[in-house]
């Protein structure tokens, strides 16, 4: 335990001090930043310990292993460190670097990288499944095989295992590419803020405000749930890690108020799953945008874009939460006033919500003020520990901080190894040109309907975001279709927007849903229908996206500059959200019949997606009269 937690500071404050103020190259930073990312990884997961139970009585042999992989990590790492690191230049082979000797690698160089690779795959494999590092094997084949594949899997010439090698671990395309490069410089730090804000107790304030804003309300209970898991996951940008933290709270929560457990799991997951989307931490994705978006962007116009789709998604959840919540009282008689008592006056949580709203407001404004983003939440970080010691309600010990780093360790590592890997698939993509076939095959139908191009690309992402972290999905899907995004008739930031949304979305899509299964879990219910109720809860996710493609108005981006058709949109969109969450939730004073609000919910739909503000207003009045007729006749 001790050591881990001197790994995990390690890691923390290497991250802290590396990003602003650099000492090694930027290519020997990401070296030590994967090293330390994978050997916790490997440590934390004792090889034979749960794979190999036929051998788990043979503690020799499970030391011996574990030798063995903390020697090849070590060694591995260290080599290669060493062979970049202008610092260590007395040691260089040749007096070349590694970069500067690509091509003329020697022996000792591939197999030093074949076992880093090795470790690579296996770390991730560990951390967060078999999917990743089974794609990343696949693409490694099509790039050794790609001289016998038949046309239709887009064949290329070939490489040898020395020259993938070469690419994806000795250079810098590769594992210590992009994907490492924005969790090192911009992920990490924001973890690590989350969560040293959380040991300060401010989050619970959240929760503790959302209890008195909803308590005389019906269904209160779980309109804390929707609130604080969407604060709680703006911090954290996991949503199944969310899920997991403000779960244990609230679903028990609102089981004990009556909802079913399928339900309460399904609004929980649904919650947590749209976290990351709420500005201004967005988890990796933002970031990733950064890298990705041409012409570029800056974190600021990534932030202002996606405010009001936050809001029109919890809007959403909260409307559908407070119609069903009606719908369960006509028909059971229970979920009126469901909190008890809960105040947020007490000293110690005023202290706390002053201190919240304290670190978002700074990090806000070095922001605007064009602080990088590395060095805005860096500052943030540092206000954040000197204004806790304000109060001793929020007084961080040194025991708390070293608890915000190993939790920033636990979760951070998962993303390490899963961008290492992600380096192995576009370091493939790169050297066998397949980014640039593909939207070759996509045009042609963006070409004939932009609809069908969307759709497609709705899919793809939720089917690799089925068993990955969202942001690399993200990321895999962005680089793939990258060059086919600017000829989508769309600015390219909705465009990359409606691929992430579409990658937290895959969280609650069954039948791979892990943020609905993690909340299954907690409420003990059916995983399978918990996963149905979650998409059911969610599917204003599925509908934003093409809302926000086809009138990029609702990112405040205005291609006329035409400020009064804005805000007509965006009201239409507001308005849209009743009818959608009625639907949902099949009650509005009595209960609607299923063609309703099957009615209800595509009238809905259709307000969200039409280009035109005309149509929009005719279908909106014929949700107004319907609800008029509806009203009457209740």
């Given amino acids: 335990m001790r050591l881990n937690i001197l790994r995990s500071a390690a890691l923390s404050l290497f991250v802290l001090i590396e990003v602003n103020y650099p000492i090694l190259s930027p290519q020997s930073g990401l070296i030590l930043f994967a090293f330390l990312g994978v050997e916790f990884t490997l440590a934390n997961d004792p090889v034979f310990d749960t794979h190999l139970s036929l051998l788990s009585n043979k503690d020799w042999l499970k030391r011996l292993c574990h030798f063995l992989l ?117 992920v990490f730090l924001f973890v690590l803020f989350g969560n040293v804000l959380e040991k300060t107790g401010s989050t619970s304030y959240i929760i503790r405000l959302a ?44 089981q004990s108020a009556g909802f079913k457990p399928t339900i309460a799991a399904g609004v929980e997951a649904a919650a947590s799953s749209g976290g990351a989307l709420v500005p201004p931490i967005m988890g990796a994705g933002a970031y990733m945008m950064l890298e990705l978006i041409e012409p570029s962007v800056t974190y600021l116009q990534i932030i202002k874009s ?135 095959v996509l045009l042609p139908m963006a070409e004939h309907s932009r609809l069908l191009a969307f759709a497609l690309l709705m899919f793809s992402t939720i089917l690799l975001g089925l068993g990955l972290p969202s942001s690399i999905c993200y990321l895999l899907v962005a680089t793939f279709i990258g060059p086919m995004l600017d000829q989508m008739q769309t600015p390219p930031l909705a465009a990359h927007l409606f691929i992430f949304y579409f990658g937290m979305m895959a969280m609650v899509t069954p039948p791979v849903a892990l943020a609905a299964y993690t909340a299954g879990a907690i409420a003990k219910a059916n995983l399978m229908r918990t996963s149905l109720a979650a998409f059911r809860f969610a599917l204003v996710g599925f509908a934003l996206p093409y809302a926000f493609v086809f009138n990029p108005e609702l990112l405040l981006i205005s291609k006329d500059g035409n400020l009064l058709k804005m805000i007509v949109k965006i009201g239409l969109t507001f308005f849209s959200m009743i009818p959608l969450a009625t639907g949902i939730a099949g009650f509005a004073r009595s209960e609607l019949t299923l063609g309703l609000r099957v009615a209800l919910v595509l009238a809905a739909f259709l307000v969200l997606v039409s280009t035109k503000i005309w149509i929009q207003m005719i279908v909106v009045g014929i949700i107004i009269g319907i609800g008029i007729i509806h009203w009457r006749s209740n």
């Fill in 211 to 254: 209890e008195r804003i909803f308590k005389p309300t019906t269904g209160g209970s779980a309109k804390v749930a929707v609130i604080s898991s969407g604060v709680m996951g703006s911090l954290s940008g996991s949503a199944v890690a969310n899920t997991a933290t403000t779960g244990t709270f609230t679903i028990p929560m609102m």
């Fill in 306 to 440: 996606a405010i009001v789709p936050a809001i029109l998604y919890y809007t959403a959840l909260l409307l559908i939460v407070h119609f069903y919540s009606h719908r369960l009282q006509h028909t059971q008689g229970s979920l009126v006033s469901d909190l008890t008592s809960s105040t947020t006056d007490a000293p110690h949580y005023q202290a706390q919500g002053w201190l919240f709203l304290l670190a978002f407001f700074i990090l806000i404004l070095f922001l605007i003020l064009k602080f990088t983003p590395f060095r805005a939440v860096s500052l943030s970080l540092i206000f954040t520990l000197m204004a806790s010691y304000i109060s001793p309600h929020t007084r961080l010990t040194f025991h708390d901080l070293l608890d915000a780093f190993m939790k920033t360790a636990t979760s951070a590592t998962s993303l390490i190894t899963a961008a290492a890997c992600v380096g192995i698939v576009l370091g493939m993509v790169t050297q066998t040109g397949v980014g640039t076939k593909l939207p070759e």
């Fill in 70 to 186: 903390a020697i090849g990590t070590v060694g591995c790492f260290a080599y290669i460190f060493v062979q970049t690191e202008p610092l260590l230049k007395n040691f260089w082979v040749d007096g070349r670097s590694l970069g500067n000797r690509a091509g003329m690698e020697s022996i000792i160089d591939y197999t030093v990288g074949s076992i880093g690779l090795l470790l690579v795959l296996e770390s991730a494999r560990r951390s967060i499944g078999w999917i990743l590092p089974a794609l990343a094997v696949l693409f490694m084949s099509y790039s050794i095989f790609g001289s016998i594949l038949p046309d239709w899997l887009f064949p290329h010439r070939g490489y040898t295992w020395s020259r993938i090698v070469s690419q994806v671990f000795l250079g810098s395309q590769g594992v210590f590419g992009i994907a490492l490069r924005v969790m090192f410089t911009y």
